[in-house]
């Protein structure tokens, strides 16, 4: 199946047409989307200052791991899903947008990064032991997913 083919699928769904001409509907999902994001980051930026001995010292990492993964998968989750709903109504936009393919390629080298070497590291401590891996782990982490969230507003301004 081409991607034009799921394209028209799209545009032709009374469902997606509903959600595409409600007045409130994708602000909503948007704030949601918002929402995803803010739980995905603030665990991210908690963890990764953490690595980086900015704060929080005094917690066990396993412990704060623990709860930032939970918030950031849950925050993430949130976050594809509500973006796929705002994808949905035009998507041949969206993909034809240099910044929103930027953000999902980002997005994906993000995740992959975060849930296997970050993860690892987080996990066995390796991050806080060898000096280049405690400052090299955390900064990358923070660039890349700071890097999806400015190609997200990207979006909108330079297309």
């Known amino acids: 199946m081409s991607l034009q083919r799921l394209w028209q699928m799209s545009y032709d769904s009374k469902w997606i047409d509903v959600l595409r ?5 994708i602000p909503l999902i948007q704030s949601f989307h918002l929402f995803g994001i803010v739980l995905l980051l603030s665990s991210i930026v908690v963890l990764n200052f953490r690595l980086l001995g900015i704060g929080l010292t005094e917690i066990d990492m396993g412990a ?4 930032a993964w939970r918030y950031g998968t849950i925050g993430l989750l949130l976050a594809m899903v509500t973006g796929f709903f705002v994808f949905l109504p035009d998507p041949a936009r969206y993909a034809a947008n240099t910044s929103f393919v930027t953000k999902m390629s980002l997005l994906l080298v993000a995740i992959i990064f975060q849930y296997t070497i970050y993860r690892r590291a987080v996990r066995n401590r390796t991050a806080s032991g060898d000096t280049h891996r405690r400052v090299l782990l955390p900064l990358l982490s923070l660039t890349l997913w700071f890097a999806v969230g400015w190609a997200g507003r990207a979006i909108a301004f330079l297309g």
């Open 21 to 25: 001409n409600s007045k409130h509907a």
């Open 64 to 67: 704060l791991a623990k709860h």
